[in-house]
């Protein structure tokens, strides 16, 4: 007999239900095997520019601002063109559709220098902890061996925020040598890549300093914490406490909508379920596919994947989807203009 708790949504390991199969298949027309290699990268590239424009405004404004307005502004600038070369470049490329070519051994390679441009600026192991360790992510998500297991919610990630952000060094030590202690042996790091991030930032502040100036220097600085608190906030919305501990695998992991969230998350990061439906969707179509992908989903479950209610997520008072777990769902309807934006 099926238990009633997994009979609508599919077991943890096992076969999925109709529902999640039809969800999945919804994605097909959105795939990034089937884009035009030209107009996706024209898409991607242009919007790696984009973020390059924002740094260097927020470099030239150390000229115009007095230090005491600028480092903290500079500051969140430079941590959100970092958090969105992550979510562009290191995440779009571990999935190898950062940029895409008929010739698809030639296409893991760009993706693969791509990504490897980005994560040792902030002393992470591309290979191990994103071609690899992301992959694994979506095959086992939130199990204890998952290497970017994300619960923080609550005082825990109040407490690495206030010290990735105030206590020097903390950020590096927590993702490296503190990962490895909490997750089976697995870092995002390596020695190597920790040297690697020492050296490039001694000389890029030195010359920052020399440069622009000493706010500068500190602003650029300051940016790396603050993307790393990015992320933090995002792992908690996306897989976060009583998320990490659903029973059907198909369901560790939410949608977070709020205002400005193209914005404050750029490049669609929020739309997490149905990226962890279907992998293959690129960050411009997950919009589309979203609308698609809800037709099939039953709407109890529909309602409280796509979470509106961030404070009760970060603080740790959401729970897990509880009576949306039954059987009987009928498919849900087309969405209207209003649940669409």
Do not use: C
Request: overall charge positive; cysteine-free; hydrophobic content about 45%.
């Amino acid at each position: 007999m099926a238990n009633p708790d997994t009979a609508n949504t599919g077991s943890g390991h096992g076969a999925p239900a109709p529902w999640v199969t039809a969800a999945i298949r919804a994605a097909r027309p959105f795939a990034y095997k089937d884009k035009s290699p030209l107009r996706h990268n024209a898409i991607n590239l242009a919007a790696l520019a984009g973020l390059g424009v924002v740094w260097a405004g927020a470099a030239m404004a150390s000229q115009w601002l007095p230090w005491w307005a600028y480092v903290p502004l500079a500051a969140l600038a430079f941590g959100w063109v970092n958090f969105g070369l992550f979510v562009l470049v290191v995440h779009e490329a571990s999935h190898n559709m950062f940029l895409v070519f008929r010739d698809r051994a030639l296409q893991r390679r760009i993706n693969r220098v791509a990504g490897w441009m980005v994560t040792p600026l902030f002393a992470t192991h591309y290979g191990h902890h994103w071609e690899k360790g992301h992959i694994e992510h979506h095959v086992r998500p939130m199990e204890p061996d998952d290497p970017q297991r994300s619960v923080f919610v609550g005082p825990q990630l109040l407490r690495l925020v206030l010290g990735y952000l105030f206590v020097p060094g903390f950020m590096v030590y927590d993702r490296t040598v503190g990962r490895k202690k909490r997750r089976s042996g697995k870092s995002s790091s390596s020695k190597g890549v920790i040297v690697f991030f020492v050296i490039f930032w001694t000389a890029a502040l030195t010359l920052a300093t020399k440069l622009g100036g000493w706010p500068l220097a500190v602003a650029l600085y300051l940016g790396i914490p603050v993307v790393a608190v990015f992320n933090l906030i995002k792992g908690s919305l996306e897989h976060g406490g009583a998320i990490a501990e659903e029973p059907n695998a198909f369901l560790r992991s939410r949608t977070s909508l709020f205002p400005l969230r193209h914005l404050l998350m750029p490049f669609n990061i929020t739309l997490h379920f149905e990226h962890h439906l279907n992998f293959q969707v690129p960050w411009y179509d997950l919009g589309r596919y979203r609308r698609a992908m809800l037709v099939h989903v039953p709407p109890a479950i529909a309602d409280q994947v796509q979470n509106r209610r961030l404070l009760a997520q970060l603080s740790g008072h959401l729970g897990g989807l509880g009576e949306a777990r039954h059987e009987g769902e009928a498919p849900r309807g087309p969405l209207t203009l209003a649940e669409s934006a």
